[in-house]
């Protein structure tokens, strides 16, 4: 499995990505999923992946090569020239197409799904930031206010605190500190999401990065946040009131004299029926 | 969907459950998923139920004229005179089957899963408390002091918190209060879980309860915890520090000079590789 978030917020952008992954659980191993493409003062993007491996790495690996030849008389696209992110995730968009043509029919006889999705985001002179999610088919979606951040592999367990947390407001810190932190609660639930994390900050309009950290579970950051988050958790938990069964005696019962809802009704009897 | 768990404990023990069901998000309906047996002074016992309705419904139906024949000569196990847990949850796993033998062929010509699971608590006089968890194929597992806890349904968004939280020492009316927290993170990520909520909760060598209650979003306990869990999650994360790029201003760095794990590398030509 796998886990990677990438956030677009006003300030810049933020990807995080677990490094690994499992042929069943008796075959563990560690492979990055994050690569970021950079050519300083022009455009600096970020790939995250998730899925089936082989897959991943052969996009990954074309993508370098991919070209979206348009017109006869235009010269290819490739992400190196794309002149807006739109268009590099097109190429790849393309790029898994692909593989799916190359892979997809013999993978079907082995009774593998083609299972990729990616994240992809970045910014190129000439244009805002942009964030990408590209599934098995090609297409993709792109980020918006409403929805400023994506997911891709096991991504419940770390959700709640990303929706409460991240609005296109966010500070960059507090957002990598936000995804650090989802990442951790899926860490805690999910074997098979695992360090080293990969983490890369891109502030707007650099059009390079130099804050790209590899982050391993003897981080000092990274393990003041899992002991801290745990603990007050706890603590945020024992200072909520537990209910209490009588109404006479709180301002929050728990059980209302004259409810709204019918309570469940008991079946004492075999010949009884609920309705 | 559905989300229900249920939690063992040495002080007693603790059902929740939802009320949504669908078939597709067009079609939202509400039905309770458990139901308690209950023969006070002898025996009370509460299933709660998750997966294809159809199959759910059936089940609690034929589980109160269920029989197990084992021998000629005794007379046939039923839920109400069975003389343990075991044996009535192995009435319960018979019922399954029945249901399966009856409606399986027909559900898979029009290409749906025979897919059902519960989970089945309580006490019969004469034993400890004992909780269950009944699989499509009518077999189950047993809670144990290391996993006091079985979820059916939805259950990623609302484990960590269980997790934290839940050990056999637990008092009843914290577990109660924990099994709301998870409910209600549950909620707030997955349109298909929602209210009223059924909680009941049974206190050890009682063998009836009277503590039984249907929540909806105007009780006053659940709105106090939906209100604070968030704020007080958010206060959490607010009091952790942000993390801090160069490592000569805090005790807990980010980024380490000279860290163990090998940072990555950017990709910075067309031509360029990663390995």
Redesign the interface.
Known sequence: MTYCVGIKLNAGLVFLSDSRTNAGVDNISTF?K???????GDRCMVLLSAGNLSIAQSV??IL??EQLQERPDVEPL?I?NARSMFDAARVLGNAVRHVYDRDAKALEHAGVDFNVSLVFGGQIRGEGMRLFQVYSAGNFIEATLETPYFQIGES??G???L???ITPDT?L??A???A??SMD?TM??NLSVGP?L???VYEANRFETD??????M????????HS???Q??????D???????DDAH???????SG??????K?????????I
């Open positions: 990055r994050m690569i970021v493409y950079e050519r300083a990954r690996e370098q090569v490739t190196w419940k367990y959700k709640p605190v929706d409460r947390v500070p810190d507090e990598a500190k936000c650090l932190v609660s805690k639930s080293p990969d983490l890369v804050k790209i950290v590899c982050i391993d003897q981080n000092p950051y990274y393990r003041m946040l801290s988050w745990g007050k958790l706890r603590e945020v938990f200072s909520l009131e537990d209910p209490v069964w709180t301002d929050v019962p728990l059980k209302v409810g709204r809802s019918k309570p469940l008991k079946i004492s009897r075999p010949d009884e029926r609920l």
